[in-house]
């Protein structure tokens, strides 16, 4: 039997680099998302991982959340700008 090893600090942090970009990237191409669709667009099997990548983004003031009823996410200025970047 397969066995599953926990994913290492580095592969964690790698992949909320990913999903940030592909948030951004999705944002600036859509427009502005109820912040809900964009939880299941990018983690259909709930597992709650885009939830906290979300939440990154909006503390760093990457992305908007709306006050409205489908709390609608926005990209900022520097969201866009922080997608130009390499490093993300």
């Known amino acids: ?21 592909e948030v951004l990237a999705y944002l ?7 912040y809900d669709v ?5 983690d259909p099997n709930r597992t709650a ?3 906290a ?10 992305i908007e959340r709306g006050t409205d009823s489908s709390m609608t996410v926005s990209i900022t200025a520097s969201g866009i700008a922080r997608l ?3 490093d993300i």
């Open 1 to 21: 039997m397969a066995r599953i090893e926990p994913q290492k600090p580095h592969q964690t942090f790698h992949r909320s680099r990913e999903f940030q970009r």
């Open 28 to 34: 600036k191409e859509h427009g502005p998302q109820p």
């Open 38 to 42: 964009l939880s299941v667009h990018f």
């Open 49 to 51: 991982d885009i939830q």
């Open 53 to 62: 990548v979300l939440q990154e983004l909006i503390r760093w003031k990457f």
């Open 84 to 86: 130009g970047l390499r």
